[in-house]
């Protein structure tokens, strides 16, 4: 491998590695799958410390650009090309939502049966995706509860987290472009928490609540269980349809917008800043508090806008996220951002749910991110979901029938399918489960659990159950299909939006 040092240069000489290295990769002298030499031997040749050789290949590997193999060394990052169709083709066309009244649990209906398939043996799920645990979590776990003054962690503490903790989450918060003061934060027992507390204090039973249609099926549950009103506004491949909105907050004055901005769940779209700007305008016209879930922030393959609450001038918004889908979800540890005359409010709730966050958890956390692995560790994230939503695109592109429509999202890690009128959607389920495979359907997020046929799948899975598992629904589909079913071409005839 060539590469020539500038040894007077003011660049440090593991910069110059680092870049000399990227441009080989670049322009194809390296190939993807290639070996790089081993520390040692490049150390020698170029004359360096291996400590500068072991700094370059660590900063290659957190840009995802090399990966280490256990034992075998590093290797250039093998990335599968997305297929040609990488606009998304989603364009459903559904009515507005109303739900006056449910006693329905949809989120637990939905919860169990994820959890239970997680454990069985040889299933494809479709249906859940969380990140791998980080390779040294034990190790930094056990650091946590080892320092010296880990006896804070053990009696009652703040309802509103760890302070040490709030200014890191403060930290990461900025470089998405959200600037807010460690002051700002309440740390929750994961975002859930922050949603129910968030939707207690705004709401009444009774109230209007406006939410994007499909959405979150554990805040479908929160307010239903709250006795809530809710209108489902029709999501589009831009976002929520704002016309439709205005039309709502005019005609029935909802009290809350509950809205997913970045990998919404489950469609997987990203809205873009105008869109941002439009919804935060709406709410300020309509003086309707606005609750911002960004519970897959961090995990976008390109950049994403900044999130509304960084444009809100008026505490008009409240933010929710997580360590949940980019560390562990059972550590619980989420946080909210909560500003101006509600934060006393919210942080008195915090203490009345549950007195506080897990200090334990709060600890962990609090180390990891200390500890500068966090931002490898999502970089690496980053790569491989990359390379599974690619691997996803080509597999629905070969198996499934051209009647499908998908999302092409930019990060998170699912996307969303959207099928044919009359696919027996529980049949589908059914048969699937019978080759093992799970299925996420559309009824759990829809407010009324009906909706146009769709589903969301989980790309964060081993390259070959992504192939294997699409293949199965594949040919499930196109065997409904071909017994009559109407197209998505006849679905969008029927069905206008308002
Ligand atoms: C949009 C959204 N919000 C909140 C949550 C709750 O996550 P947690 O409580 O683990 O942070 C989830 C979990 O799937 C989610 O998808």
Known sequence: MNIVLERQSRKPIYLQIRDRISHLIK??????????????????????????????YSVLEADGIISARQGSGYFVSTVIPACNNLKSTFAPAQNVMILESSSKCASFDTYTPLIHAQTQPGIINFGYGYPPPPKDINQIARRALKQEDADIYFPYDLPQG?????????????????????EDLIVTNGSQQGLSLAINYYLQPGDWVIVESPTYYGAISILENLGARIIGIPMTAEGMNLDLLEQYLHSHSPKLIYTITTFHNPTGLTTTQTHRQELLALAEKYECPILEDNAYEGLNFEPVPAPIKALDKHDLVTYLGTFSKTLLPGLRVGYMVVTGKHQPAMIERKFLHDIHTSSISQAIVSEYLASGHYRRHLNRLRTDNLQSRNAMLQALERYFPQEAKWTVPKGGLFLWVQLPDDIPMQTLRNEALAENVFLACRSAFFPDKQGYPAMRLTFRLPLEEIETGVAIVGKLLKKHIHKGVKSVANYHSLAHSI
């Open 27 to 56: 322009s194809g002298a390296l190939k993807a799958g290639d070996r790089l030499p081993s520390i040692r031997a490049l150390a020698e040749s170029l004359q360096v410390n291996k400590l500068t050789v072991i700094e370059s």
């Open 162 to 182: 760890q302070i040490n903790l709030c200014r890191q989450i403060a930290q990461m918060l900025v470089q998405q472009g959200l600037e807010v003061y460690p």
